[in-house]
């Protein structure tokens, strides 16, 4: 059950950040790596996608589109993990946690890097993640067959990262554009394994050695 309400008692706990969040979900996963990195601490608010929570008329209000991840900071609701990650950092001017919270930065300083990551992150946010969504596989499920789903997706994250690793090549730090934390590609990583149950095996050539 989610509790909509700003607070959940007493002044301290309403200021404290809350994020809607699925476990599964790799969107929200993003997010969830930004605030550990940044130290900050957080309400997490479960939103069951499966029981379709996300369509509740008081989650809608939060976001009209139904989909986690939301973050709630005081009077502020920012949902997409884009705007609560990226945008501040493409905008000098706009938000989110980078500009309120600019402790560990989330991004590579290069510019070149900034632009892959960037790449990377978009690769993963519009052109992989959508169409593994459950509101796509059930559409699937239902319109094509249940035994289309699974190689649909096997498409979609095979082709995403056929491009990823030809972009990525070369870059590599500690994470795939340097030391800064791979907060697309890793939760991406993770449900594709986890989920979908792929091979995820990452070809030695993306990694110059010592530094798998
Ligand atoms: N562009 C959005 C996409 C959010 C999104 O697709 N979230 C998924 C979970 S990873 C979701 O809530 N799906 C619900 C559904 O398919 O009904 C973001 O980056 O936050």
Not at 153 to 159: E, M, R, W
Request: hydrophobic share 40%; with cysteine; glycine share 8%.
């Amino acid at each position: 059950m989610i509790d909509y309400e700003a607070s959940g008692g007493g002044v301290e706990e309403s200021k404290k950040l809350k994020l809607y969040s699925y476990w599964r979900s790799s969107c929200s996963c993003r997010v969830r790596i930004a605030l550990n990195l940044k130290g900050l601490d957080y309400e997490y608010k479960a939103v069951n996608l499966v029981k379709g929570e996300q369509f509740s008329p008081e989650y809608l209000k939060l976001n009209p589109i139904g989909y986690v991840p939301v973050l709630v900071d005081g009077d502020i609701v920012v949902a997409d993990s884009f705007a609560i990650l990226m945008a501040s950092i493409a905008c000098s001017s706009s938000l989110y946690l980078e500009e309120k919270y600019p402790q560990h930065p989330l991004l590579p300083q290069d510019l070149q890097k900034r632009a892959i990551n960037y790449q990377a992150a978009n690769i993963v946010s519009s052109s992989i993640q959508p169409f593994q969504n459950l509101a796509v596989l059930k559409y699937i499920g239902e319109k094509v067959g249940p035994d289309e789903r699974l190689p649909w997706v096997k498409y979609c994250i095979g082709n995403g990262f056929a491009a990823l690793e030809k972009l990525l090549k070369g870059y590599a730090g500690k994470y795939a554009t340097g030391d800064e934390a791979d907060l697309f590609l890793a939760p991406q990583i993770n449900v594709a394994i986890k989920m979908f149950k792929l091979d995820m095996v990452v070809p030695s050539s993306l990694f110059p050695p010592g530094k798998k």
